[in-house]
């Protein structure tokens, strides 16, 4: 990875000359503004804030009233001799002032400058350290942009690198300069590198034989963060014993400085954290505790970072403008017990659980001493991916045909299909086959991937109505907590059953009748769940994703389920419309559509 030049390509045509607007005074300007030669780069504006590329290359945002003498000067780092020359100041007999410049005419010209250059949305434009594609920059299709912090990287798809400096626009993106981050090494390492990494991910105790080889597609993707379409996440479990800490080290070893760590960050120090970059980001001690929000946050995150079609979060400020962020990482959690996981979340995060290691003491010095016969092994990997990137395309593509023929939904295709070509781009120096695809997938078992139909979120949302418990009277004139499907059980079915009062009391209520919308048809029975309902509210779905409505959205989506536009009576002077649930989708004991009348349970009711 060698060919070092600071001229690997012109800076973009938008560094225009231009001029400033200056009027003529004690002040002047004396003629256009060579930008080219110029200490900073305007870049754009948006909403009376401008960007730039400062002295330093860095990336500097100044809003109009900022643009005063002190904070031009900060922006050109000092180079009071440029700003003089161009924005001279005149004593009263006309004459320039030694190291002296017009705040005024240098602020205009600032502004005319970025205003040329057009609108600038950072979230979009800007690209930090990390692996990015090139497709935007002519001659390089196919290709990758390596942002190494100090040093820019231009990947030709035959797979030469030509190096630059950071601190420039490129394409329709600016890549500013950053702490420097890793850099390929010049030897990439070759696939018995790769395979005796594999077997040493092979000496933990993993859940499923198949782990080793989806951390090792998640390392390749998370080295590549930035070019991948699609960023996996895993989620690593374990109990004391199990290695999960020494894993970890090793990890981080191969990753280097680009990986983004914290124990319990906010989401939006995350974000502020990357800031623009591509980088793999690792969140140990996960611990979910009960009653805090902080975990999902976590998880919510991850889940935008998957693609770059998810849509970036957005904050107000008090000026009236919005900052947008755009989160690219591929996301390493670990804890002892994992986070509840939604299935939007489960088809993006990977759970890998560890298991206790046997005589994991005694074995510790011969875990170091092979964990040291790795060192220096992460740049070398990232060198194997640059070099094999058009390999991967082409992994991604057959795995992708595959999946999509084993009738797998389009994100479980993509989860998978990223891991798969990440580890078969690291193990191997030619594509994949079809064939080997298939056997692939095969081996790291698709199923850990998809969320099964009884995981749906309109079968969550039921499992939690059916789950829910309720005060209902016994025997003896008590009351007990039971949960609603027990209580529906218990009351067989029967509209006016003794139980029906509790029910309706929630906002529920059995029936039967024909379909509205086939009056003439058989009765059928049916649970019905009016659409808005204080203690629904309250009991059964606070705090969920599911309150204030939200499950009559989700228990409409079930099977054969309607929202017909009929008023139901619920008692008690209550009425309104409801959402319509098939007697027999309830669970498999409602499945025969009339499971009869339990009587004589333990807990006292009918």
């Not at 990997?381 to 070099?387: K, M, P, T």
């Not at 994949?432 to 079968?459: G, K, M, Q």
């Amino acid at each position: 990875m060698t060919g070092d030049s600071d001229d690997f390509v012109p800076l973009d045509e938008a560094k225009r000359q231009g001029d400033d607007g200056g009027a003529a005074g004690r002040s002047g300007f004396r003629g256009p503004v060579e930008w080219a030669e110029a200490p900073v780069t305007p870049l754009g504006h948006w909403a009376g804030t401008y960007y730039f590329l400062s002295r330093a290359a860095e990336i500097r945002t100044l809003h109009f009233k900022d643009l005063r003498a002190s904070g031009i000067l900060s922006l050109f780092g000092g180079r009071v001799d440029w700003l003089s020359e161009v924005w001279p100041m005149f004593d009263q007999r006309g004459r320039p002032i030694p190291g002296a410049f017009s705040a005024n005419d240098a602020a205009a010209g600032l502004i005319r400058a970025c205003e040329d250059e057009g609108f600038f949305d950072p979230a979009a434009d800007l690209r930090g350290p990390g692996i990015w594609r090139a497709d935007d920059l002519e001659g390089y299709e196919g290709g990758l942009i390596l942002h190494c912090g100090d040093r820019i990287g231009l990947v030709t798809a035959e797979g030469r690198v030509i190096w630059g400096k950071a601190g420039r626009r490129l394409g329709a993106h600016v890549y500013p300069k950053r702490r420097r981050q890793p850099r390929p090494a010049d030897v990439p390492a070759s696939a018995r590198d790769v395979a005796e990494l594999e077997g040493f991910l092979g000496s933990w105790n993993w859940g499923r034989p198949s782990d080793p080889k989806v951390i090792l597609g998640y390392l390749a993707c998370a080295m590549m963060v930035g070019a991948t379409r699609w960023r996996p996440h895993v989620w690593v479990t374990g109990d004391a014993g199990t290695g999960k800490s020494e894993l970890e080290k090793f990890v981080w070893d191969l990753l280097g400085d680009a990986v983004w760590r914290a124990s319990w960050p906010t989401a939006a120090a995350i974000f502020q954290g990357l800031d623009n970059a591509a980088r793999p980001v690792a969140l140990d001690e996960i611990e979910s505790e009960p009653g805090s929000r902080r975990v999902q946050e976590l998880v919510k995150t991850a889940r935008l970072a998957s693609t770059d079609e998810q849509s970036g979060i957005a904050r107000g400020s008090i000026g009236g403008t919005a900052s947008i962020w755009r989160i690219r990482a591929c996301f390493w959690f670990s804890s002892i017990i994992p986070a509840p996981l939604s299935p939007q979340d489960r088809s993006r995060i990977v759970v890998l659980d560890m298991g206790q290691l046997e005589n994991a003491g005694e074995g510790a010095g011969a875990f170091l001493e092979a964990r040291a016969s790795f060192a220096g092994l992460g740049p070398r990997l990232r060198a194997r991916l640059i070099a094999g990137w058009g390999r991967y395309v082409q992994n991604e593509a057959a795995n992708g045909l595959v999946l999509a023929e084993d009738g797998l939904a389009a994100r479980v295709q993509a989860q998978m299909g990223a891991i798969l070509a990440g580890y078969w781009t690291l193990a191997h120096d030619r594509p994949i086959t079809f064939e080997e695809a298939r056997a692939l997938a095969e081996a790291l078992e698709p199923e850990r991937f998809s969320v099964d139909a009884e995981d749906s979120n309109a079968a969550l949302c039921l499992q939690r109505l059916m789950q829910s418990e309720v005060d209902a009277q016994g025997d003896n004139d008590g009351l007990w907590r039971v949960s609603i499907g027990h209580l529906l059980a218990r009351n067989g079915g029967n509209p006016k059953g003794r139980h029906s009062r509790v029910l309706r009391a929630h906002g529920l209520a059995v029936a039967e009748r024909p379909d509205p919308a086939d009056p003439a048809g058989p009765d059928r029975r049916w649970l019905q769940v009016k659409l808005s309902h204080d203690l629904l509210d309250r009991q059964v779905y606070r705090e969920t994703e599911w309150e204030r409505g939200g499950w009559a959205v989700a228990l409409a989506r079930l099977p054969g389920a309607i929202k017909p536009r009929v008023t139901v009576n619920f008692g008690d002077y209550v009425s309104g419309k409801a959402v319509w649930l098939p007697w027999e989708t309830l669970g498999e004991r409602f499945a025969d559509g009339d499971p009869g009348e339990v009587t004589g349970g333990a807990d006292g009711l009918p």
